[in-house]
């Protein structure tokens, strides 16, 4: 069966990360056909336009691995009412040099968690603005601002609130069949 690969952008780089945790409850909702692979991007430089021409190895790989994707899922903390840093830096990085960016007319799905009740809103919504100047075409509804309790995903990967399960499977489904309208 011919898989599809999407590429997990986690804005964290916490071990214990509670995004880290729902993209990987995520993964487990997704189609057989559908693979995800967690992006590393902890071991990229600080962007500098400087590098451009030379870029490191690991900037290499991040834009092959975002090259060799159908879709990109992100999902992300909150920080000061924006995204992480090392999720712009990674972001800044893909995207050069300009005219070669790796992001360009690929399928975005953006979510996010925090022990919050805004749930990330409005790092998402800063997000968005982001992907929409990178040529991103990004799923709009439905939103995701998960505020994550302790429990929430166990061990395994499972996410133990029915409600909030549920819920999550139909964003799944949704990022899944946003995907495919862009299939070539
Ligand atoms: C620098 C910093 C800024 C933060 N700002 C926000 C914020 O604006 N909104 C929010 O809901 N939580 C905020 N938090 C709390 C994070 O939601 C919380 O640390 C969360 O666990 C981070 O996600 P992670 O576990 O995936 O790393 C902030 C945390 C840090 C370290």
């Not at 790989?61 to 000061?80: C, D, H, W």
């Not at 996010?112 to 100047?133: D, E, K, M, P």
């Amino acid at each position: 069966m011919a898989q599809t690969r999407i590429a997990v952008v986690i804005g964290s780089l916490r071990k214990d990360s509670i995004n880290k945790k729902l993209a990987t409850a995520l993964a487990a909702l997704g189609p057989q056909d559908f693979s995800f692979e967690h992006i590393r991007i902890d071991d990229l430089p600080l962007y500098n336009q400087d590098e451009e021409k030379q870029p490191a190895e690991s900037v290499k790989r991040l834009k092959s691995e975002i090259s060799a994707s159908q879709g990109v899922i992100f999902v992300t903390p909150e920080y000061n009412r924006s995204i992480p840093g090392v999720l712009k830096n990674a972001i800044d990085h893909a995207s050069r040099p300009y005219g070669q960016s790796a992001w360009a007319g690929k399928p975005a799905g953006v979510i996010g968690c925090s022990g919050g009740a805004i749930g990330t809103a409005l790092a998402q919504q800063h997000l968005r603005n982001i992907c929409a100047y990178l040529d991103m075409p990004t799923l709009q509804q439905p939103e995701a601002f998960i505020q994550f309790k302790e429990g929430l995903v166990d061990e395994k990967g499972n996410v133990t609130v029915e409600a909030t399960k549920q819920f999550l499977q139909k964003w799944m489904d949704a990022y899944v069949g946003w995907v495919k309208r862009f299939a070539k």
